[in-house]
């Protein structure tokens, strides 16, 4: 179980947002974690808190393939990300860097608190159950190690 507070943010939240290409000429996950989202609401890097959730509209992570904007997200604190839709290789990129997500159409309001239920693809604020999409197991399991990377390293006994 995920619980956070909300950030809430609307439609078609695109990679250049999360992390602006301006800060992609290092490899320094720290620094992209202290410029995420900046774009669309300055102060976030700086008030997030590990294990608050990111809840959006349709089309989160929209624009570019690059896989630094979930990694700035979870290096942020981000636990989770629900949203209405996600952009398909944003997604993917999330689920191989380890960044759970759901896929919900989620009432709620910044600040409240958010709890997040993978193994049945639900969301929960206040005393409201919102349905999401639930991931396969196959995903859930990558999730749970880790990411992609982490997941392969445990198939072959590495880790």
């Not at 900046?38 to 590990?50: I, W």
């Not at 942020?76 to 960044?99: T, Y």
């Amino acid at each position: 179980m995920i619980r956070g507070k909300a950030w809430i943010f609307g439609d078609d939240v695109d990679t250049d947002v999360i992390v602006p290409g301006k800060y992609l000429r290092t490899k320094d996950t720290s620094l992209w974690a202290q410029h995420v989202m900046e774009g669309l609401d300055p102060e976030f890097a700086s008030q997030v808190r590990k294990g608050d959730v990111i809840v959006a509209g349709r089309n989160f992570g929209s624009g570019s393939s690059r896989e630094q904007a979930p990694r700035a997200l979870k290096e942020a604190g981000v636990a989770a990300v629900v949203a209405k839709s996600f952009a398909r290789i944003f997604f993917r990129n999330a689920i191989n860097v380890g960044l759970p997500l759901v896929e919900a159409e989620v009432e709620c309001q910044a600040g409240d608190v958010v709890e997040v239920d993978l193994s049945s693809g639900t969301v929960k604020v206040g005393d409201r159950i919102y349905q999401g999409t639930r991931l396969p197991d196959f995903l859930q399991k990558i999730l749970q190690d880790g990411g992609l990377v982490q997941h392969r390293r445990r198939q072959k006994g590495l880790a």
